[in-house]
């Protein structure tokens, strides 16, 4: 993939899933220096945290993972939290929230990312938020970022731009551009989306599965009939 170097550094929001591992290879073309952060909120499955460190280390990216178990204890009735609740297979209607919603993650994901990206000296930050692919959450929406990325400027007298290259595309796209970026195989084999913390093409059965699923299967079928 051709790139443009933007800028000297950024720091990737990074999960270990399709969507954070494909902005950490999208930041490393439009790059010189990628580092990237990790967070442990109190989920069920923690082997993201795992992928998340091996997926960074391997494409040489330096990495940190921060406990913010904090998160889970805020709120109650989340399905990605709390034990006792099992993942929903279908999707809520859209005047409800998801039992995956995590009350307040990405506020707090990203806020904490900033103050470490003003400790190196970064003022680029990257998340693969998508408002097309937004399940219901409203802190992946465009209107949620850009009001951030105000915040954070006026809380910390910086200039951070928060970088979405995921906003506006669905997963088919999402999947595309793993390909262009030379990495489809490794989203697809080694990235953990599914909510019930199967790795690669997951339990099949969750919301989470059957949206990367349909994209992938849009995306390979629009590829054959080029």
């Not at 939290?81 to 994901?109: A, H, M």
């Not at 990203?110 to 409203?138: C, M, N, W």
Request: glycine share 8%.
């Amino acid at each position: 993939m051709k790139s443009t170097k933007i800028d000297d550094a950024a720091l990737v929001v990074f999960s270990g899933g399709q969507d954070s591992t494909t902005c950490l290879f999208w930041a490393k073309a439009h790059f010189k220096t990628v580092r990237a952060i990790s967070f442990f909120y109190g989920q069920k499955h923690s082997l993201e945290v795992e992928l998340a460190e091996k997926i960074a280390k391997d494409a040489g990216v330096e990495w940190e993972m921060m406990d913010v178990s904090f998160i889970s204890k805020l709120s109650t009735g989340c399905s990605l939290t709390d034990t006792s609740l099992e993942i929903e297979k279908e999707k809520n209607p859209e005047d409800t929230f998801p039992s995956t919603f995590v009350p307040g993650r990405n506020l707090f994901f990203l806020s904490i990312a900033a103050v470490k990206a003003r400790e190196y000296g970064i003022r680029h930050l990257v998340t693969g938020v998508s408002q097309t692919d937004f399940s219901g959450y409203p802190d992946c929406r465009d209107s949620f970022i850009k009001s951030l990325n105000v915040t954070l400027n006026l809380a910390m007298d910086e200039q951070f731009v928060l970088h979405t290259p995921l906003m506006w595309i669905d997963k088919a796209q999402t999947w595309a551009l793993a390909d262009e970026l030379g990495v489809l195989d490794l989203v697809r084999n080694s990235t953990l989306t599914c909510y019930n913390g199967v790795v690669g093409d997951g339990c099949g059965h969750c919301p989470a599965c059957k949206l990367r699923r349909e994209g992938l299967d849009k995306y390979l079928s629009s590829k054959q009939g080029d």
